[in-house]
């Protein structure tokens, strides 16, 4: 191919994957939350959530402050959830046979690679993108500094978010190119990864420049200690945190990235382009005889065989349907039979460590059955939850389930099913918590059951995919383990030995989902008719 051609060849395989990326659910879902974000970045005056902070102060929001608040609570969310958004590129080339198609094609793999890095990368610039006109409007909303610098409200975006961003789109192409890593496994695992990168990438000695706070804070502070000088917390903060009261603003007119900045995060992209590329080493482009991702790959917990998109799924209406039967057997039957599916082709490892979390459980001390125990056996079982609501979809059996006399019912089985395993695995804690008579505890237990299944099947519904419950199950969870108490939905956060946490608001919110459910799948089931 000429280079003309090659660039061509290039900018067409990107264009037509990005556009099928940002039509996905997860993708707005995503982009809300750093919208979100990014309102918590630039609070109220009188907030009491900010993500960041120095000590008791924050800046004026200014153009500068606005800009690198927004950025670097951008860069903190978007390496964790955008990952979730860009993966799967490659799965869904296979599962759509457009892989085969694009293995017979005279395309090089180092090219459908840089296509597929290019995509990745655009999806999550575009998010970004979004977050910097949210910026934008947020300096105008709070009013304290009208006057728009775009160079300062806009660079840092540029400059210490797009790179990461870069990091995040290359990570996502690798992971999906290695067996072990393309399911369940791999999301749990970026999890972990984002989250220590996240903490290690604030200091200023960190690989590439980290998430660029290093020159930020240090900027800031002696801005902070030529205003008040030396007193008071100047401990910088990046990440959401609740506080009693509201910070102070200074004035602080922003900072300009050094020359040795600049060449780190140019390094960084190098990398992450090196990163993307690596896989033509042994990626064998969906072609049979050369092998492809799945290669040695055993069947994932939460990536179920898919159809080929070529076969049109049956109607819902042209199966026939048989008499409902009536009966609370019937609805035993059928609740174990969605049991048994839920968990279907766990692994006994699985099994051995839920097993080892229980006699966790039944054996330490009941403060830390609480604040550890009841977490990790609640995280433990992410992969087998998200199933809920997606299963149908993924595994091309809509068709056959529509023909099933009584779908309502059929639902409350596939929640109860998830209530089933949520309260078997949280059993040990239960049984601690009564024998110490601890009712509010036993409450907020209760609401947690009832809770996460219902979110479960409510995304996997909606969204139809299983992947959007992880996404924003595990930042959920993690916020509970940071003690956050206003979403403790377990009981984990104690104060005095009381769970600090609104307890009665998660059995209501969970009828709602539950009910939103409903709502959804028949809404669905009438447009489908």
């Known amino acids: 191919m000429t280079a003309l051609r090659l660039l061509r060849t290039l900018a067409g395989l990107t264009a037509g994957d990005f556009k099928d990326r940002v039509r996905r659910p997860v993708h707005l879902v995503v982009l809300l939350a750093a919208v979100g974000l990014g309102c918590l970045a630039v609070p109220p005056a009188d907030g009491r959530w900010v993500i960041l902070a120095l000590g008791e102060y924050r800046g004026t929001y200014t153009s500068a402050y606005v800009g690198v608040a927004t950025a ?3 860069g903190l969310w978007l390496t964790l959830g955008g990952f979730y958004v860009v993966r799967k590129g490659l799965a869904r080339d296979e599962e759509t046979r457009v892989g085969q198609i694009l293995a017979a094609t005279p395309a090089r793999t180092v090219l459908l690679l840089a296509a597929k890095f290019l ?5 999550l610039a575009s998010m970004l993108g979004v977050l910097a006109v949210t910026a934008l409007a947020l300096q105008l909303v709070r009013g304290e500094d009208r006057g728009v610098d775009p160079v300062a409200l806009f660079q840092p975006f540029l400059v210490m978010a797009l ?12 992971f999906e190119t290695v067996p072990v890593l393309r399911g369940g496994l791999g999301n749990a695992a970026w999890f972990c990864v984002a989250l220590v990168v996240g903490i290690k990438g604030q200091s200023a000695d960190a690989p590439f420049g980290g998430f660029g706070a290093g020159p930020a804070a240090g900027s800031l502070r002696a801005a902070l200690s030529e205003e008040f000088g030396k007193a008071g917390d100047h401990t910088f903060s990046l990440g959401l945190t609740q506080i009693p009261e509201p910070l102070t603003p200074f004035r602080w007119d922003g900072f300009t990235f050094g020359g040795d900045f600049l060449v780190s995060r140019l390094l960084l992209v190098a990398a992450a382009v090196a990163l993307a590329l690596l896989p033509a080493l042994w990626f064998g482009r969906h072609d049979p005889t050369r092998g492809g991702p799945a290669d040695g790959a055993s069947p994932a917990a939460d990536a179920p065989a898919p159809v080929p998109a070529y076969a049109p ?7 026939p349907r048989t008499a409902a039967e009536r009966g609370g057997r019937t609805f035993g039957r059928l609740l174990a039979g969605e049991v048994r599916i839920l968990v279907g082709g766990v692994s006994p490892w699985w099994w051995a460590v839920a097993a080892a979390l229980t006699l966790a459980g039944l054996t330490l001390p009941l403060d830390a059955v609480t604040g550890l125990v009841l977490p990790a056996v609640w995280i433990w079982p992410v992969l087998v939850w998200s199933r809920l609501g997606s299963l149908p979809v993924e595994h091309g059996l809509e068709g056959l389930l529509g023909a099933y006399p009584a779908p309502r019912r059929r639902l409350l089985a596939a929640w109860g099913s998830g209530v089933v395993l949520t309260a078997v695995l949280g059993v040990a804690p239960l049984l601690r918590m009564a024998f110490a008579a601890d009712l509010p505890g036993l409450a907020a237990w209760l609401g947690g059951v009832l809770f996460i299944p219902s979110l479960a099947l409510l995304l996997g519904v909606v969204c139809r995919t299983h992947r959007v419950f992880q996404v924003v199950y595990l930042p959920l969870w993690y916020l509970v383990v940071n003690q956050v108490a206003a979403l403790d939905f377990m009981g984990a956060v104690r104060e005095a030995g009381v769970p600090a946490g609104p307890t009665p608001l ?6 709602l989902l539950l009910g939103a459910t409903f709502l959804a799948a028949e809404t669905r089931r009438g447009l489908t008719i």
């Open 72 to 74: 670097l609570a951008g």
């Open 119 to 123: 995509s990745n990368f655009l999806v």
């Open 163 to 174: 790179p990461l961003l870069a990091l995040t789109a290359a990570a996502a192409l690798l």
């Open 313 to 319: 799924p049956p109607a819902v209406l042209t199966l």
């Open 506 to 511: 998660f059995p209501l919110l969970a009828l």
